[in-house]
Each structure stands twice: as C-alpha cells, then as structure tokens.
C-alpha cells in the first residue's frame, strides 16, 4: 500500500504571497490531520478533515485554511505568508475511528522569505 | 492540561545501551499514547503505540512502559544501534479530537 503523499515537497515563497499544500491519504483511509513543525513549536495540530468535513481545528489564524475532497485528498492554503510561516507542513491519515494511528507523510517545507 | 511533557530533550547513548525517554501528561481523557522516530529530512513514523488498559507493551527491542497512576509513560530501546539515532516523540489523544498532542521531542544520537 502507498504512504502518504504531499506535494510539492519544497517551496519558497515571499511575504505576503499564498500557498496551497496538498496531501494525498493512504488508500481507505478518510481522515487527514494538518500539523505544523518548527524548532521552536516542535509539531502542532492545524485541522483535521473527515468526509468532506473539517471535525476540529488548532489555534491558528484565519490564514490557515484546508479543505477535504470526495476521493478523501486534503489540500491546505495558507494566505498572506509571513515570515514565521516557514515551517515543515505535515499531513498524516488514518482511519474513520477517533483515536486510530496517524501515518505522517514526508511533509512540505515551506520557506517564506 | 492539554501539554504532553517529554525528556530528555536530547540524549547520548553508547552503542548496545538503553535508551530511556519519558513523557508526562495531565489530561486524564488522552487514551491513546503512540511514539513516533523522524529521521532528518523524513515524516514521523509509528514506532509502538499504547492504551492504558496494559502497563507495558514490546515490539522487538522497544518497549512502552505505562504509569496510568502517575500520569507517565517511557519509551525503552534496548540494545541501542547507531541507525537509531533520530528524534523521538510521544504523543497523546483523547476520543473525539481526531488529534495528537506531541512532547517536545527527544533527539538520540547512538554512538557506534
């Protein structure tokens, strides 16, 4: 069975600029979960998607944002880019029960310049 | 309440030794404690993962030890080898937040 995969795997982008990350589940797997990893904040939840549904949310700015679609691919966009965006941006799936195992996918490092 | 408190922050160990990381937590909802290995440049990836109905679980040469009382549990790697150098981390949920609260991380380095 195939990993998890995000795209692209690299970005640099300016200040001010958006973005758009995209995650591609395990096969059968409907959740995905968001999390940002920095040195400073070690790794911390974004959102989680089920069927099309955002189920719960981090506390992060409005310029986070995600989305689920039918085939269970997630993407993410994150608005306005500041400095402090930069950052390792990891998707993990898993299956439709509560508190079943997260499987990470490689991640997408974004640099905001 | 919703922090998972993990140490060491880093940790040094002889090649054939035991590596011992601890984590802490006071959220008595979390029921779910999974650890995690990332490599540089890698996603974390599932290492051994345990409920609090066992006061231990082994695969191979880990090893979760559970203290539902004390609010605790450690990660053992025994017989340390130098692939295992990498960053550890534990976490924690609790049913119906479809989320992980992550320790700070532990980065091992396994001396050969």
């Known amino acids: 069975k195939a990993g998890v995969t995000q795209t692209p795997r690299y970005l640099i982008k300016t200040r001010g600029q958006q973005v758009t990350l995209s995650c591609s589940p395990i096969s059968g797997h409907r959740s995905v979960s968001w999390y940002q990893q920095t040195p400073g904040q070690g790794l911390q939840f974004l959102f989680e998607?089920?069927?099309?549904?955002?189920?719960n949310k981090g506390n992060f700015p409005g310029r986070f944002s995600g989305r689920q679609f039918s085939n269970s691919r997630s993407e993410m966009n994150v608005s306005t880019l500041e400095l402090g965006d930069s950052a390792l941006y990891l998707c993990?799936?898993?299956?439709?029960?509560?508190?079943?195992?997260?499987?990470f996918g490689p991640g997408t490092r974004l640099t905001v310049l | 309440q919703q922090q998972v408190k993990q140490s060491p922050q880093s940790l040094i160990v002889q090649k054939g030794g035991i590596s011992i990381i601890n984590c802490a937590y006071e959220n008595t909802a979390f029921d779910y404690f999974p650890w995690y290995q990332q490599f540089p440049g890698k996603g974390p990836a599932l290492l051994i993962a345990?409920?609090?109905?066992?006061s231990e679980k082994k695969e191979g040469r880990f090893t979760i030890s559970f203290n539902k009382s004390a609010k605790q549990f450690s990660l053992h790697i025994m017989d340390s080898q130098p692939g295992d150098s990498a960053t550890y981390f534990c976490?924690?949920?609790?049913?119906?937040?479809?989320?992980?609260?992550f320790g700070t991380g532990t980065r091992l380095k396994v001396l050969a």
């Open positions: 345990i409920r609090p109905d066992v």
């Open positions: 976490a924690a949920s609790s049913p119906g937040t479809y989320k992980y609260i």
């Open positions: 993990a799936s898993s299956g439709a029960g509560p508190t079943d195992t997260q499987y």
């Open positions: 998607y089920f069927s099309e549904t955002q189920r």
